[in-house]
């Protein structure tokens, strides 16, 4: 279905959406950050900017609390979170390359348990894309193969036009049920054209050479001086929309406490170590090797595609300069 909505019927929208009930997140200033984030009314939102961190937080908070314990003298009571108390979220503003992450997630929190905190959320939030219209010098979607334009992951998709307002263009059941149930903010398309999209300046990687040259040199001293300035600090995973790794700890004393569910990420140290004392990657080119083979070998394996979306934010947080981008550009010619 193509429609188009203006400027101001999108605020009406959103206050709509907030007035049912619904938790609306979009993109807002935050301290001067642009940042996704819930909110009040449609007053403050900034759609021109790639918000700082991705918008995977909204399927898979940073930290959760999954149980709840008490003992009193031997009784000792258990107590669920229950996912049903997620609320109906409209996820609003998502850059493809952060909407393109959702089914990339979708696959690992549905394949050999399905994770129900991940995927009530993800029932419940219908995702509005926005086409991009502004790169920088870190972004390189379409050298994964994805555009500023794609809208994989989005439920209905919004263009920027000339003269203002958005074509809009419904891709699921949910991007429909959204419009029909808000008909009078729609009209019929505009005919106007697009806003011209960014244009990200990174050549294509040819992926296959990259898998090949990966499936081939898990050990080679290429690594070494990949990582060597890596500080193992793990902000490009908890930036990332596309990184999933997570830990349970529980907190707590012997009387009463939490079982949380916390992000994790394959560059901080204690990652793989064992209990024993031992950790199989030891040293910072293995844990960062574990994430470009995670990224472009070991999940392409698994689900047949790459767990990057070319968001460029591993680029510009790196506190050491390492470019993801330049590292698989130079795999691909090896
Ligand atoms: S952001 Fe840079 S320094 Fe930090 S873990 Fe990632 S690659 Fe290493
Ligand atoms: S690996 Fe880096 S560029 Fe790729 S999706 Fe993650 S943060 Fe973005």
Sequence with gaps: ?????????????????????????????????????????????????????????TFFPVCEDIMSYGKEGQQVTLTDVNPAR???????????????????????????????????????TTIVGLACTQADDACFCTAVGLSPADPKGSDLFLTPVEGGGYACETFTEKGETLVNSHKELFGEPSGAPALPLAEPQTEKFD??????????????????????????????????????????VDEGTEKAGKRRKSWDACGFWKFTHHASGHNPRDLQPKRYRNRIMHKFKYYDDKFGQTLCTGCGRCIRFCPVGIDIAAIVSEISKK
């Excluded at 203006?6 to 807002?28: F, Y």
């Excluded at 759609?47 to 700082?52: M, N």
């Excluded at 296959?208 to 193992?232: M, N, Q, T, Y």
Aim: proline share 7%; with cysteine; glycine share 6%.
């Design 1 to 57: 279905m193509q429609k188009f909505i203006s400027q101001q019927n999108l605020g009406h929208l959103l206050d709509k959406l907030i007035a049912d009930g619904k938790r609306v997140v979009a993109p807002r200033m935050e301290a001067g950050t642009p940042l996704y984030g819930p909110f009040a009314d449609s007053a403050g939102i900034v759609l021109g900017q790639l918000p700082r961190r991705s918008a995977k937080e």
């Design 86 to 124: 997620f609320p109906e979220t409209v996820l609003v503003g998502v850059r493809p390359c952060d909407a393109a992450a959702v089914p990339v997630l979708d696959a690992v929190f549905s394949w050999d348990y399905q994770d129900e905190f991940f995927l009530e959320r993800r029932q419940k």
């Design 207 to 248: 992926l296959k050479k990259v898998k090949a040259w990966l499936d081939d040199h898990f050990e080679d001293p290429a690594w070494d001086s990949i990582a060597v300035r890596c500080v193992g600090c793990g902000a490009c995973a908890f930036l990332c929309p596309a990184c999933h790794c997570f830990d349970i």
